[in-house]
């Protein structure tokens, strides 16, 4: 009986990826460490790959100034660039075809200067997919098989939640609750390597750490343990970084790959407003 057990198991999970894989229209890998998305994307200007993380709380997508100076794109008009705790300079539009595994991403990019964020990594960050690849499309990010899918369709099977996924022109929505507080809606950021980033001026700042913090340039954060729920999974005791003021206008925080990484699929089903939640990771 419990052979029978094991072997149903093993088929309904085969059949859930041959599901996930047959409605697939396209796909690039990615690799996930420092509790970042990387993609190497390729461009006609350069002889070896690009290294971009994947970041949905970028409204558009971006590349490091310094790449596109190397690659001597022409820069565009100059235009304020809003970021976490930060604001800098950046020119719009670089026109640039980039494609990951022969899948072609977005023409347009936003050049900014993205050092600070190489240095918080370790690594050249030579540019950023954005909110706008995401826009119109249903994209799975497979934190098992470590591939970005783009589907035709999606629908939550067993063992999946679907929540409510908001689209604003600046970025998407999810709701959560922290401390089983009331819902509000933070931004899906996984260009935020952290678990969760709270607007909450009410937590004492005696009860909390201080952090170094890097987006567009280092600021100090402070720190707790949060419980936070997220559709219908309960996360105790998360790391949790608050601050006084919201970071985007309208936005409770930031939802960040230390919580969406525990997650086997992430499917941001822009077309129909849609996050659809895969089955927990084992620890």
Sequence with gaps: MRVWFYT?????????????????????????????????????????????????GASVSVVNLTTAQRLKLSLGQPVAVQGVE????????????????????????????????GHACNCCVDGLIGMDFFRDKIVQIDFGEHKIRLLKSADAADGQTAIALKLRRCGMEVPI???????????????????????????????CSQRIAVALTPFTVNETKCDVQLGNTKFPSVTTSL???????????LLGNGILSHFKTVTIDAKHGQLILGEQISE
């Design 86 to 117: 930060s604001t800098t300079k950046g020119f719009f539009p670089q026109r640039l075809t980039v494609t990951a595994n022969n899948v072609p991403l977005q023409k347009n990019y936003l050049a900014v200067d993205l050092a600070e964020l």
């Design 243 to 253: 601050h006084s003021k919201e970071i985007f206008a309208g936005e409770a925080g």
């Design 177 to 207: 609750s922290v401390n089983n507080g009331e819902s509000n809606f933070v931004r899906l950021d996984t260009g935020c390597a952290s678990a969760l980033q709270w607007v909450n001026a009410k937590i004492q700042p005696e009860n």
């Design 8 to 56: 149903a198991v093993l088929v309904l999970a085969a059949l859930f990826k041959a599901r996930a894989e047959s409605s697939a229209v396209a796909e690039f890998p990615f690799e996930f460490h420092d509790g970042f998305i990387w993609v190497q994307v390729n461009v006609p200007q350069s002889a070896r790959p690009l290294n971009f993380l994947l970041d949905t």
